[in-house]
């Protein structure tokens, strides 16, 4: 063994210490320099040239002398690398993977280069004789090569990032493929679907097709609901009522603001369109249905019918008995579920039933506000089903005081008095509700002005009863408060004051 070449054992122990030692100073915290090949060099270096020494034969023992060689440029490629781009340029811009094994191939290239010639050996040479193998590796390589120089591009032009997420349209061939990027390496591009599994598509694939980068220029996309209603009912009502069911939806933003517009007329009707705006992209099949699903409620407590194509043809024999038969079921519920309310007791049989033909059924969406602290209001609400929460604003912020459901009451201080809502009451689970306005109510007490005297009364024991079961100060109650009361009812519905 020549004295060179058992030098070069310390030097590349000494190049494979200080390098990776730098290099793991140099790296972002967090980060961990990638130091296996070097270590396989640096063993494959120090076997070649021992075997090198101990061998008795010229012959084998040139041959681990040159595998010594190559394995030393080698290893002197790599620690540079290392250093480079995993300690020094990793703190600025972390290079992406394709690029880094382009680099790294090319340094390990040049270092075998420079080792063939050091033996003698002709690079020219080498590569002119093997020009026919070339070709048919090439042409046995092409679509590989096609990614290769695809992923390039992708890196050049960065139109995504890692992290990303990314729509492939129908026609590249992947059908509306989605998913977070979450990794781009030199033959292709790894998707993370919400399906919880990893989708692979060549950099060819992505370098041809058409896509939507859903994060890019701002992490804020626009999601759409599209839905149709009879051209019967005015745009500006079912905008007026959508925006409203979408006003607390989770998951939306409220800046850009939610629209809707009118969009297109059609065999259905009038085509709607609901424009919002999501954060977390990850969530947004969660966040879109939440959103459909208020748009239903809302839309079905307004009283309109949201128009879909049926194919199936069914037939109905629809009777005027029928009709009048579906019509006293709906009616004997309402009635039974007034007759529960204690505030109206004070009515007789013949009231209850006018209420019930005058009542309003209103399904909430689980989270939907009901009535909201401080906005006006003249309608009274009785829970048929479900459940709601009470809230009250205070200065440690709105705190719940109370919930209620079937058979419970909410409201009656605005429907009596018109005073503003005192607390803000929204649906824990679906609930169904049965609302009892103003001009309803107006029309039991011009027939029986009477009662006014009885309901005030009540109305004060139940002020009453609230206020102390949210721990708030209880008001007045005696004779001049209840004839106050009474007083301030019968001005709200225009009776006349004894």
């Not at 690398?81 to 394709?98: E, H, K, N, S, T």
């Amino acid at each position: 063994m020549n004295v060179p070449d058992w030098w070069l054992i310390p030097t590349a122990a000494v190049f494979l210490v200080l390098g990776l030692g730098l290099a793991r100073w140099l790296a972002p915290p967090g980060t961990r320099p990638a130091y296996g090949s070097a270590i396989v060099f640096f063993v494959i270096c120090s076997v070649s040239f021992s075997l090198e020494l101990l061998l008795p034969w010229p012959e084998v023992s040139s041959l681990f002398a040159g595998l010594g060689k190559l394995a030393f440029a080698l290893l002197l490629a790599r620690v540079f690398f290392v250093l480079a781009f995993d300690g020094i340029l990793a703190r600025r811009r972390p290079l992406p993977r394709i690029a880094r094994d382009i680099v790294q191939g090319l340094a390990f290239f040049l270092a075998a280069l420079g080792v063939l010639h050091s033996v003698g050996v002709e690079p020219g040479q080498l590569l002119t004789t093997s020009a026919v193998l070339s070709v048919v590796v090439g042409m046995a390589l092409q679509e590989t090569l096609g990614n290769l120089v695809a992923g390039l591009a992708l890196q050049a032009e960065r139109p995504f990032q890692l992290g990303d997420w990314v729509e492939l349209h129908p026609n590249s061939g992947q059908s509306g493929a989605i998913g977070r990027v979450r990794e781009i390496n030199w033959r292709a591009t790894r998707l993370h679907t919400l399906d919880n599994v990893d989708l692979v598509i060549p950099n060819a694939v992505f370098a041809k097709a058409s896509f939507t980068n859903h994060d890019r220029p701002h992490q804020a996309p626009r999601r759409s609901v599209y839905f149709s209603v009879s051209q019967r009912v005015p745009p500006p009502q079912v905008h007026q009522v959508v925006m409203a069911a979408i006003r607390d939806a989770p998951g939306l933003l409220s800046r850009p603001e939610p629209s809707v517009v009118t969009f297109a007329f059609d065999e259905r009707g009038v085509q709607y369109w609901l424009r919002y705006y999501i954060e977390d992209m990850g969530r947004r099949d969660g966040i879109d249905g939440g959103v459909r699903d208020r748009v239903w409620h809302a839309l079905h407590r307004a009283g309109i019918d949201i128009e879909v194509p049926n194919r199936r043809l069914e037939l109905h024999e629809v009777t005027a008995a029928s009709r009048a038969l579906e019509t006293q079921v709906a009616f004997n519920r309402r009635l039974e579920a007034l007759k529960d309310v204690e505030l109206l007791k004070a009515l007789s049989p013949e009231d209850l039933q006018i209420l019930a033909e005058r009542t309003v059924e209103a399904p909430y969406a689980p989270g939907e506000v009901v009535i909201r602290q401080g906005t006006p209001g003249r309608e009274m609400y009785v829970v048929e089903s479900g459940s709601l929460s009470v809230r009250i604003k205070s200065e440690g912020g709105e705190r719940e005081v109370a919930r209620v459901g079937p058979g419970s009451f909410f409201g009656e201080m605005s429907l009596l008095t018109g005073d503003l809502r005192s607390a803000t009451v929204l649906a824990v689970e679906r609930a169904e509700l049965l609302v009892i306005d103003h001009a309803s109510f107006k029309v039991v007490l011009e027939a029986h002005p009477e009662i006014a005297k009885s309901v005030g009364e009540q109305l004060l024991e139940r002020r009453a009863a609230l206020a102390a079961a949210a721990s708030l100060p209880v008001p007045e109650s005696g004779p001049a408060e209840a004839a106050d009361l009474v007083d301030r009812i019968r001005r709200f519905f225009g009776l006349r004051i004894s």
